[in-house]
Structures are given as structure tokens and as C-alpha cells.
């Protein structure tokens, strides 16, 4: 059956549920619409269902119920004929160690089932657009975490697919080689036309900056937010600053801050509260608190307290 192919959207996701089967329901109802060309991130923290969602649209898992339409195909019923189309990077592949970078790319293609010439062709050019060119002759054992991730994106680009998906490509790496990083996957999704769509996972909040054209977030398997980037990091993003302080002194301090005006969100945790507040608020709650305590430390919060503020803002508006 055809759905949404002919609309522009790329990737139809009607209704995903996957249980495992130890009982773990790590994808509950989850719908999306992706457009050809679109650069969508997947972002939620440690477990929330990001990795079984893409082994699913990359047929390496059934789901337990609901439909994955990519390119009009139904791949669950006909998974052979998407396979072409896409690449995928995942988040615990392995590389063959005593090959070259180049031999590694090549021998993937042929098992991608690309003829010699258009391997060779393929490789070279794809080499060249990861910046790997110069590493082409070394072999796998001896790169850079950050090179390996690149030969794995090679792999997964080698068969030109209209679609990758990339699971958590830049774990592991230092910040620099993480710009460096989405740089060439902006390269990657511009280099054909249509440009190729890319769907991506990650749980670093800094990257959210750089990575997307818009975000979905999930968390419990289920999504809690998407859009925009920009519109999804300003309503995250605000609530840059956590200010940790004993538990004893939450009514007081609450009570201070939302008599200034102060607009927080509040999480515990065992005898202590973290306060998330935005750039804007945080001198007049600082100036508050101390009148009240002076053992408080201020620090970013993590993923799993921004997706606190998240659901709060969400329930609220609600
Ligand atoms: N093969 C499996 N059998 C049973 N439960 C599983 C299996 N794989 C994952 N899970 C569970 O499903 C949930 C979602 O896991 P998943 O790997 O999809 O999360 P994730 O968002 O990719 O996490 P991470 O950021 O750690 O990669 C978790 O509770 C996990 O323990
Ligand atoms: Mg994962």
C-alpha cells in the first residue's frame, strides 16, 4: 500500500509499538512524518527508546504493532525493497580491524551489491567528501574514535541511499570532533539533489544547536515534544542553569521565588532539590536562596532534568 509518497514525506510512522519480550514496551504508539531531505534528530535520554525505534525503520527489528511506510513501501510487509535505499550507522556496529579504511568502504559496497567499478567509483568519492582521503591506506585498528565513526558513515553513504540513519554516530567523541562531525553530515545531506534525508539519535543536549532541522524528543518511548528546532530549543534550552541546594529549604526557597516572579522547575532527589532556571532569572534566585542557605551549587542541567521542564511545560499547557 502507498502512504504518503507523492506528499513529499519520506517516512510515514503510523502508530509504532515494540515490546520486547521480557514485557519492556521501549516504543508506545509512536507516530512521525518525515520530508524528503529533512535532517531529524531523535533526542532522549539513556533508554527511552530511541535505538529500537531506528533498528525498526532500518528492518533489523519487527514491531509488535502499526505501520513504517518509507517511500511509500511497507516495509514490514516488504522489507527487501527499501534496503536499497537507505544506510544505516549503528550505534554497536563493528568494523573489520586488519582492513584499510578504503578496503573496509569498497568491500561494503560490493556486499551492498554495487558493481567493481561503480565501488571503486563510489569509494573514492565518498572518501573524499568525509575527509578521509588521506587516512585511505591505514588500517582500521589504528584510527581515532572519530575516524572510526566516519568510516562507519562511509558505509552506511556508499550505496548513495536517499535515506541514513545515523544511531548515537558521535559517542566517544571531544567536542571539536563533534562539530567537525555534523559539519560534514550538513555536506552529506546537501551533496545530491533531492538532498538525502537523514535521521539521527543523539543524547547531548549541546548538540541540538547544530544537528537539525527539527527535533523530536522521546522519553518512556514516547514522544513528548517535537518541531522546529528552534522553537524546541527555546523552550528547552531557557532552562539552562541548575542550582542544587538541600531538600529541607524547598517550601521557603519555592515560595521566595514565586513571590519575586522567579519561574522555575523543581526536581528531587534524595535529600537535595535541583531548581532549573533560565540565563535571565538566575542572579535574582541566587540572591534569593543565600538568604536562606549558602550550601547551593550551580552547574548545566542533564538531558533527563531539561525532559523534566519538558513534560511540565507540555502538561501545562495542556
Ligand atoms: N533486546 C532487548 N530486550 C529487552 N529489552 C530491551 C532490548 N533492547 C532494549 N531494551 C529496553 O528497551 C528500552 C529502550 O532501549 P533503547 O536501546 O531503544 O533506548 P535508547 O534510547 O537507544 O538508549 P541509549 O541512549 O542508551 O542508547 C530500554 O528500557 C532497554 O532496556
Ligand atoms: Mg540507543
Not at 573524499?128 to 565513526?149: A, F, T, Y
Not at 541540538?208 to 515534544?225: E, H, K, M, P, T
Not at 528552534?230 to 515560595?255: G, H, Q, S
Not at 540572591?287 to 502538561?315: A, Q, R
Request: net charge negative; glycine share 8%; with cysteine.
Amino acid at each position: 500500500m502507498e502512504r504518503g509518497h507523492g506528499t513529499g514525506e519520506i517516512i510515514v510512522v503510523e502508530d509504532l509499538v515494540k515490546e520486547y519480550p521480557n514485557g519492556v514496551l521501549a516504543n508506545d504508539h509512536i507516530n512521525m512524518r518525515i520530508a524528503e531531505g529533512e535532517i531529524v534528530g531523535v533526542v532522549g535520554p539513556n533508554g527511552a527508546g530511541k535505538t529500537t525505534l531506528i533498528k525498526q525503520l532500518t528492518c533489523e527489528l519487527l514491531p509488535t504493532e502499526g505501520n513504517i511506510y518509507i517511500m511509500g513501501i511497507d516495509i514490514v510487509k516488504d522489507p527487501a525493497n527499501i534496503k536499497p535505499f537507505i544506510g544505516v550507522c549503528p550505534q554497536d556496529g563493528g568494523l573489520i580491524h586488519h582492513l584499510t579504511v578504503w578496503e573496509h568502504v569498497y568491500y561494503f559496497a560490493r556486499l551492498k551489491g554495487l558493481p567493481k567499478e561503480r565501488a571503486r567509483e563510489n569509494t573514492d568519492k565518498i572518501l573524499r567528501m568525509l575527509n578521509l582521503e588521506s587516512h585511505e591506506k591505514k588500517v582500521v585498528r589504528e584510527l581515532s574514535g572519530g575516524l572510526k565513526r566516519r568510516v562507519f558513515v562511509s558505509i552506511a553513504l556508499v550505496n548513495e541511499p536517499k535515506i541514513i540513519f545515523l544511531d548515537e554516530p558521535t559517542t566517544g567523541l571531544d567536542p571539536i570532533s563533534r562539530m567537525e562531525f555534523w559539519k560534514i553530515i550538513r555536506k552529506v545531506n546537501d551533496h545530491h539533489s533531492p538532498k538525502t534525508t537523514v535521521v539521527v539519535t543523539t543524547h547531548y543536549l549541546e548538540e541540538l544547536d547544530y544537528i537539525s532541522d527539527r527535533l523530536i524528543f522521546i522519553n518512556d518511548g514516547r514522544i513528548v515534544l517535537e518541531g522546529d528546532s528552534m522553537a524546541v530549543r527555546r523552550l528547552i534550552l531557557d532552562y539552562d542553569t541548575k542550582i542544587t541546594l538541600p531538600k529541607k529549604y524547598k517550601e521557603v526557597v519555592m515560595r521566595t521565588l514565586m513571590k519575586e516572579g522567579v519561574g522555575c522547575k523543581v526536581k528531587e532527589e534524595h535529600n537535595k532539590i535541583h531548581v532549573l532556571l533560565t540565563k535571565d532569572d538566575v542572579s535574582a534566585a541566587v540572591s534569593e536562596i543565600i538568604k536562606f542557605t549558602s550550601d547551593i551549587v550551580l552547574s548545566s542541567p542533564t538531558l533527563d532534568e531539561v525532559f523534566m521542564g519538558v513534560v511540565e511545560n507540555e502538561e501545562n499547557t495542556d
